[in-house]
């Protein structure tokens, strides 16, 4: 984890010299390192700096609690919050610019036994937005969500814990709509990617401004295709089956573990079954699995495997039609399966893996998914039959992938099993 920058906040943090510039190396070194969150957390006896790297968190140093009510106090004041309020949690943002990168970062402070802790989400304003062959959504996946996204009005759902990547699927999605003729508007809480040519809305529910009243108005200003960040509540997901009945694609995210019950979440909200095969195009489940380290990753021959595992990975493979396989893993590979396990090296710091990649499930509703909703069938059955169909599970994707010796076997079923 050799990094200038944190050698240099170490230096400052225990000479204790110019708070600012301690507050300023803390943001650096995140950047530097290429985190998405920083968390600075008091303990009974130290306080705690770590960064969130690859979707692990790493601890970088401690420090001692007398420090600590000066840097909360000096990003408290970059943040607008009140330096004098420590009682209750607070929120905030700041901009600055790093290495002559603009950044974003969301600020939230919380109360502990031992004193607040604030945790920073690193938003990189400069990052292209990719486009949806980037997003290593492979094989049928990518004829479904072309498919869906084309249509000219419907839903299509991302869902997904909070960091998979849903808005970064939505945005690649929007881009590769943005067109002259084509109106978008985007309701979003926050605005976290400004995108020419589409009409991007920061929505503000303390004053009234919710997803669903901006939903209404967006409505009124002739939109072809839009954007609601998320869908929490039932007066949204209407307003949002609405829209797609009438002539309106809607692309929106909802939290939830798997594509089968997004379905049941909707009807839980209130939603007649028969609305959802009506209204909804697809509806994407995604996780981030960690890419395994080119230069250190060692093959392993599916024998090595633990009987379970082994059993998990050849029966989820045998449900793949060979058509989708030979699509999407060489033929030479299937004929030997191998997969590759992590061992640590310089390169990587020995924690084995370097940046992520996306894995998806995209339900599609054919006529028996439909009959299943429309019957009010469980989310088990609904995926049960959509794998009969052809539906590529998370599992599935993910040990495609592996197979191509972009990640392992225990990243698949870490992300598997969150599905479960």
Known sequence: MANSSIELLKNQIYSWENIQQVCDLIIIGAVEMQSSDIHIEPLSSNVRLRYRLDGMLREILEYQPFLHPQIIARFKIMSNMKI?????????????????????????????????????????????????????????????????????????????????????????????????????????????????????????????????????????????????????????VTIAIEASLTGHLVVSTIHTNSAAETITRVLNMGIQAFLIPASFNAIIAQRLVRVLCHACKKPMALEELDELTRWNV??????????????????????????????GCPECDNVWYKWRLWVYEILEITPNVKK????????????EVAIQDGMISLEQDGLMKALNGLTSIEEVYSAAKANQ
């Open 314 to 343: 050849q029966h989820a493979l045998s449900r793949i039609s060979k058509e989708e396989l030979t699509r999407r893993v060489p033929k030479e590979i299937l004929a030997k399966p191998v997969f590759y396990k992590p061992v």
């Open 84 to 236: 004098d309020e420590s009682r209750v949690p607070q929120d905030g943002r700041l901009s600055t610019t790093i290495n002559n990168i603009p950044l974003d970062l969301r600020v939230s402070t919380l109360p502990t036994v031992h004193g607040e802790k604030i945790v920073m989400r690193i938003v990189d304003k400069s990052k292209k937005i990719p486009s949806i062959d980037k997003l290593w959504v492979e094989g049928h996946n990518y004829d479904l969500l072309e498919k869906a996204i084309n249509l000219p009005n419907g839903i299509v759902l991302t869902s997904g814990p909070t960091g998979s990547g849903k808005s970064t699927t939505l945005y690649a999605c929007l881009s590769s709509l943005n067109k002259p003729d084509v109106n978008i508007m985007t309701l979003e809480d926050p605005v976290e990617n400004q995108i020419d040519g589409i009409n991007q809305s920061q929505v503000f529910p303390d004053i009234g401004y919710s997803f669903a009243n901006g939903l209404r108005t967006a409505l009124r200003q002739d939109p072809d295709i839009i954007m609601v960040w998320e869908i929490r509540d039932k007066e949204t």
């Open 372 to 383: 299943l909703v429309i019957d009010g069938a469980s989310a088990t059955v609904i995926n």
